[in-house]
């Protein structure tokens, strides 16, 4: 059971807006910055977002990052298939002193 | 061009020891702190270790405290993870990442396979 809670899966179809939830508590999101990381099948993770809402470089625009309170969010628009991938949050945890992910979310482009 | 290779994965058997590596290159090695991180078959992203650039500072996920030791040698820019008494359920890719502090963990190894198993 992950310490950062993300739906398994989400879907959408080229064009849409699909939005990735990833929620934690005081000692993780709460106080520190969330980065994502994409990882498309069979290959490695790349990171996506940093510093929660700042795209990592040659990761184009329709990729966005926020964070409210001890939930973060990741949003794609424009869905393109190529997006298909497993999508993680990761953050410091201040209580843990560790770092932790979340389970991952499969996106599926229909 | 930043590269890190891992190695030293195979096949263990329940309560034997096995020693990874990280070869880095393309950017000077002591500068950044680097992490261990695997995933089982199938699963999702687990943190194993962490060790700042000098390797003065090591921190380590409680499934492995105690029995994995993360150190590096910055003279040959490698990353090391010793692990013992492995468990089937330390079975996984595991994977080298380079971090860049509040800039993220920005390049990932392309992972060594670690099957612990009778």
């Known amino acids: 059971q992950s310490v950062l809670t993300q739906p398994p899966s989400a879907s959408g179809t080229p064009g849409q807006t699909v939005t990735i939830s990833c929620s934690g508590s005081n000692s993780n999101i709460g106080r520190n910055i969330v980065n994502w990381y994409q990882q498309l099948p069979g290959t490695a993770p790349t990171l996506l977002i940093y510093?929660?809402?700042q795209r990592s470089s040659g990761v184009p625009d329709r990729f966005s990052g926020s964070k409210s309170g001890t939930s973060a969010s990741l949003a794609i628009s424009g869905l393109q298939s190529e997006d298909e991938a497993d999508y993680y949050c990761s953050a410091w945890d201040d209580s843990l002193n560790a770092w932790v992910f979340g389970g991952g979310t499969k996106l599926t482009v229909l | 061009e930043v590269l890190l290779v891992e190695s030293g994965g195979g096949v263990v058997q329940p309560g034997g020891s096995l020693r990874l590596s990280c070869a880095a290159s393309?950017?000077?090695?002591?500068?950044?702190?680097m992490h261990w991180v695997r995933q089982a078959p199938g699963k999702g992203l687990e943190w194993v270790s962490f060790?700042?650039?000098?390797?003065?500072?090591?921190y380590y996920a409680e499934s492995v405290k105690g029995r994995f030791t993360i150190s590096r040698d910055n003279s040959k820019n490698s990353l090391y993870l010793q692990m013992n008494s492995l468990r089937t359920e330390d079975t996984a890719l595991y994977y080298c990442a380079k971090d860049r502090g509040s800039s993220g963990w920005t390049h990932w190894g392309q992972g060594t396979l670690v099957t612990v198993s009778s």
């Open positions: 393309g950017f000077t090695f002591d500068d950044y702190a």
């Open positions: 060790v700042t650039g000098n390797g003065d500072a090591t």
């Open positions: 510093s929660t809402n």
